[in-house]
């Protein structure tokens, strides 16, 4: 309820755009008395300012003419400050529940003005006793320009200057750095990481860093499926919080990569416009591949269990800022091809399953016999590749011997009859291998199986 005494005959404007109600104190009896209630005829319009910084004070300029004796409202600031300049010409007092404004505190400015309301001044005179007692000398100020449209538009922005119009006037006591960092239309998820990493690391030396992991959701068989790794990411972001509590702040945020280059890749730039610092991941070699290309230019180092591939052997040209935590197809390569070197071997043929290891990626085999012949491949030498390229209902049993035909008898006679020294590797981790041959070993050939590919090694 807004109080108001009249002293006077009254012709009242409300320009407010909320219902507002008025009563009047008066005696009623005598009616012989100065201020009788009978004796005073009041006449209340209502007028929609719409929250106008025009509309109100033409308003007021069309009542002023009409005979008004007292304004109440405009609420909105802009619309105040200009009745509220002109009022003082006309001898006619403005009430208003709004007019939060330092600005309008200047009573030389706005004579006749009358505040019902908190203002900002009380705010910023509360802010400036905190810094003064805890003895702070830095404010960052973040203020949503669109935020509080249920009272008016700025709201925000009039707030936030009264703190820094507060600082201006005390800074000859106390030094204060003063910054403004207004969120222009920014999403919600994003706004509160953006802020923290703008404040903390300048204000209060703290670093934010935004880590991004890529995985595979589906299928959770795969051996680096998101399920799978995100609780270690979390214990170990846990810990490392722990640790660095004071002066670190870890933000992860996990994307599923979906097994695919162009969607892990378009995740990482999606990332970067957010400010990522880090990429853990992907796995997946080919969406590796096309990261890391990029990786350089954002200066964004990129840790993968992933990445087998010999071409990204190279850090200096393709992948300055990869740090692969694997063992790579250059383990096994460089064993085979020292082994080529001291027998003396100059043809080789590889066989890889097309659609081998899909728990790992598809494209495996390929990968990893790309390495191989990278690796062996000379002026002098003959290589040559077979892929199987199977029905998924065909058994293996078909497949071993498809093989042998095709394979054992065109590049080694009767192969198959010498090859009794077989010689097991894991197919997802390649150590470096003391192999001792056996004395009786004296044939032409040896065959290396895994798990999905057999490798045949022949010299005439």
Known sequence: MLLVFFAFVLHSVCVLTANVSITVFAPKNPTKRLFALESHAINVEYVNSNASDVDSPVAAFKFMSKGVHLFIGPVYDFGVAPVARYAPKWNIPV???????HSLNQKKSFQTLTRVHTTFN?????VYMILQHFGWSKIKAVSDRFGRNDIFIDFCDLA???IHQMVI????????DYEKYEILREPRNQMT???LEKINLKFAAVKSVNITVFAPKFPVTRLFALGKIQIGIEIAQEKIQMRYSRNLVLNVSFVNSNVSDTDALLAAIRRMDNGCHFFIGPVYDYAVNNIVRYAPKWNVPIVSPGGFNHGLDNKKIYAPT???IHATFNSMSK???????KYKWKRLKTISENFGTPEIFYGYCNLLIDAVQNQVESKDFCFDKYDIRLD????KLNMVKHVLDEINTQYGGMLHSYCKHIVEISATIFLHIKLKLPKCFKSKSLSFRTRRYVLILSWI
Do not use: C, D, W
Request: charged share 20%; net charge positive.
């Open 160 to 162: 936030i200057s009264s």
């Open 169 to 176: 006037e005390n800074n000859e006591k106390t030094y204060v």
């Open 322 to 324: 990869l740090t692969r």
């Open 335 to 341: 064993f085979i091809a020292l082994l080529f070197q």
């Open 95 to 101: 009430i208003s529940p709004g007019a939060f404004a």
């Open 193 to 195: 990481s953006h802020v």
């Open 122 to 126: 009380s705010m910023a005179e509360f």
């Open 392 to 395: 998924r209902k065909e058994k």
